[in-house]
């Protein structure tokens, strides 16, 4: 045995300590980890990783032990003499200059393998994804299904998806860790990414983030990512795609256009159009509630606190009238930014589409949970809520901490946001 009985005290406690680190590493829960194999994206740059990590270890501890060997077998000796002095030597001058070189193809063709691979075109037949980035909140539109949505993005397992990037401003960035990717939004061009989420892995809620410094609110430019069954997918589509109509037409399927549902003017401003004859009302499918409820998916929920200072009347909030809302909603300056299909005053394209907000389980590039409190405070007082917002104050008589102004004309009292806040619940 070399050393005392103290230095293998102490090299045993190291030993021992080297471990635990390394076993804690191993046993924690990372949500958001990259080291995934949930596409053949991720798996192809897992493999690539693992590839050069094995053989980058390799020239590790070759260049270590000739190191450690050098230092030992030519360390000074007491007595000892000068070694010989050269000047040039061709074979350890080639030897060192191969040996990377080698070294190096092992790197690159594997690398320019995965790098072919993963940037060739997606299939034709791949379902399309538009995606926008906005201060501060995501568009997905799906062009072949005709659906606009905002901020939760739905992908079918088993399905290439091709996301068309794009910017309705400033640069971001679209990255979904455990689906792989991190790509910018570029103005003026379009930018590409593919991937298809594993056949028949478990239906999963994901975090997506904004990898690209955008302005004050880009920390709170996140989204959600459901990965779910073909067959939920279509449900979730053939839903999204219709119109968002309040009051919901019921069975028997109404035939007659909508008048019923047209009420009459409110102060002058013509009451809402009625809408086209709608003969069917596909049910709400969406990732299921008591599963985003689970502990499972609890990384995926909001977090931000309500900040201080922001309140709502109790006497009205939750209490409000749906059809008195879409009366107040397609009178106000709301038309002017959102659009809800099934409601031709409301066509704007400044914010997210409210068509089916109801059936979202987060607002506002998912800072907050899609419930009555959230969306009331939100209505009255979004850039109090998120700094920069672009979404103004509403609440009447309250100061916008981005314009400085005071809210007149325009701004609408508790009681009047709590009606919006019925109507846009109703569409589910
Ligand atoms: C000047 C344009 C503008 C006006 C006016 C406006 N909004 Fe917005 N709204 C936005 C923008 C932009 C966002 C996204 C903000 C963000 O997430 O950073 C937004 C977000 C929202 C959201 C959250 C949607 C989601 O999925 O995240 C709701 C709900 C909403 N607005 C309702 C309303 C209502 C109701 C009114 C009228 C009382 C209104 N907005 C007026 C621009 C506007
Ligand atoms: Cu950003």
């Known amino acids: ?92 001058e080639i030897t060192w200059t191969a040996i ?61 998806v091709n996301f068309e990037l794009k910017t309705y401003d400033v640069l971001h960035s679209f990255w979904i860790p455990q689906l792989g990717g991190k790509r910018d939004l ?32 880009h920390a709170n430019m996140k989204f959600r990512v459901f990965t779910v069954d073909p067959a939920n997918f279509d449900k979730w589509a053939a839903h999204q795609k219709q119109a968002g109509i309040f009051p919901v037409p019921v069975a028997p399927p109404v035939t007659a256009p909508a008048t019923a549902v047209a009420t009459a003017s409110v102060g002058g401003v013509p009451a809402v159009p009625a809408v086209a004859a709608v003969t069917e009302q596909v049910p709400v499918w969406v990732f299921p509630a008591d599963r985003m409820e689970s502990a499972e998916f609890a990384y995926t929920k909001p977090t931000m606190p309500i900040p201080a200072g922001l309140a709502f009347d109790e006497n009205v909030l939750g209490k409000g009238d749906a059809t008195r809302g879409r009366e107040i909603y397609s009178r106000s300056s709301c038309i002017g930014c959102h659009a809800i299909s099934g409601n031709p005053m409301s066509g704007g394209v400044v914010g997210p589409n409210l068509t089916h907000v109801g059936s979202r389980y987060t607002i506002a590039g998912g800072l907050f949970t899609n419930d009555t409190k959230h969306l009331s405070l939100w209505i009255k007082n979004a850039p109090h809520l998120k700094p920069g917002s672009i979404m103004p104050t509403i609440g009447k008589g309250l100061v916008d901490p981005v314009r400085k102004n005071t809210v007149t004309l325009g701004g609408l009292t508790d009681a009047e946001i709590a009606d919006i806040v019925a109507y846009l619940q109703a569409l589910k």
């Open 186 to 217: 570029i103005s003026n061009k379009s930018n590409y990414l593919w991937f298809t989420p594993n056949k028949g892995a478990p239906e999963q809620a994901l975090n997506g983030f904004c990898a690209e410094y955008c302005g004050s609110s």
């Open 1 to 92: 045995m070399v050393g005392t009985f103290r230095q293998r005290r102490v090299v045993s406690a190291l030993l021992l300590g080297a471990l635990a680190l390394g076993l804690a590493a191993c046993g924690g829960v990372y949500p958001n980890s990259t080291f995934n194999h949930t596409t053949e994206y991720n798996t192809a740059i897992d493999e690539l990783w693992n590839t050069l990590l094995f053989w980058g270890t390799i020239v590790f501890i070759g260049v270590e032990v000739a190191l450690v060997y050098t230092v030992f077998r030519f360390r000074r000796r007491p007595g000892g003499q000068t070694p010989k002095q050269v000047h040039g030597n061709t074979v350890l």
């Open 100 to 160: 990377p070189a080698a070294i190096l193809i092992f790197i690159a063709i594997p690398t320019v393998r995965t790098i072919f691979k993963t940037q060739a075109k997606a299939a034709p037949d791949a379902l399309q994804v538009q995606v926008i980035g906005h201060q501060w909140w995501w568009e997905f539109k799906y062009p072949q299904l005709g659906i606009t949505t905002a901020n939760e993005l739905y992908l079918p397992s088993g399905k290439t």
